[in-house]
């Protein structure tokens, strides 16, 4: 199974960042989701394909930080819910029917469509205050395990607000 996830960045990232799974930039997942491999190693580019339209159009989007909560076991993460905005709430439930059509497995499939709770978990001392607001200027695939390791995360794709056209990481 290939692990990847749809977030929009609140923090500036750059095509192909590489950085340790402890250590994520700010972001608001959209979709976590596993396909086979029998979707093919060009997943990434189906998926980029699907995707581009909605992301495209939800670009440049403000949200804004709503309360507090706990999520996950017990309640033991600290996270900044997001209030409801339509085009955010859309640009997921695209990404689900897009996830879907390459036969992916949601991994929260009790989180997602009408029970989606956009959220930014706090990190390492950061997160935003209630009433804050933050553009929706960074939307990414990102590989949960990049080569099959899972100490590091990989942005696959990057769609900036300025640039508008998906972003490739760069060859090693």
């Given at each position: 199974?290939?692990n990847?996830?749809?977030?929009?960045?609140?923090?500036?990232?750059?095509?192909?960042?590489?950085?340790?799974?402890?250590?994520?930039?700010?972001h608001i997942?959209?979709?976590?989701?596993?396909?086979?491999t029998?979707?093919?190693?060009?997943?990434?580019?189906v998926?980029?394909?699907?995707?581009?339209?909605?992301?495209?159009?939800?670009l440049?989007?403000?949200?804004?930080?709503?309360?507090e909560?706990?999520?996950?076991?017990?309640?033991?993460?600290?996270?900044?819910?997001?209030?409801?905005?339509?085009?955010?709430?859309?640009?997921?439930?695209?990404?689900?029917?897009?996830?879907?059509?390459?036969g992916?497995?949601?991994?929260?499939?009790?989180?997602?469509?009408?029970?989606y709770r956009?959220?930014?978990?706090?990190?390492?001392?950061?997160?935003?205050?209630?009433?804050?607001?933050?553009?929706?200027?960074?939307?990414?695939?990102?590989?949960?395990?990049?080569?099959?390791?899972h100490?590091?995360?990989?942005?696959?794709?990057?769609?900036?607000?300025e640039?508008?056209?998906?972003?490739?990481?760069?060859?090693?």
């Amino acid at each position: 199974m290939r692990n990847l996830i749809w977030v929009a960045f609140t923090e500036p990232v750059s095509p192909g960042l590489v950085f340790p799974r402890s250590d994520w930039p700010l972001h608001i997942t959209l979709l976590r989701f596993d396909v086979g491999t029998e979707a093919g190693a060009d997943v990434a580019d189906v998926l980029a394909d699907l995707a581009e339209a909605p992301v495209k159009g939800a670009l440049g989007t403000q949200l804004t930080v709503g309360d507090e909560a706990g999520f996950g076991h017990m309640g033991s993460i600290p996270v900044s819910l997001i209030d409801h905005n339509p085009l955010l709430q859309g640009l997921h439930e695209e990404i689900v029917e897009a996830a879907n059509s390459v036969g992916g497995r949601i991994a929260t499939p009790n989180y997602v469509l009408d029970h989606y709770r956009p959220h930014i978990s706090h990190h390492d001392g950061k997160r935003p205050k209630s009433g804050d607001v933050v553009v929706l200027d960074q939307v990414a695939l990102v590989d949960m395990a990049p080569e099959g390791d899972h100490t590091i995360r990989r942005i696959l794709r990057l769609w900036t607000r300025e640039a508008q056209e998906p972003e490739e990481r760069q060859s090693a």
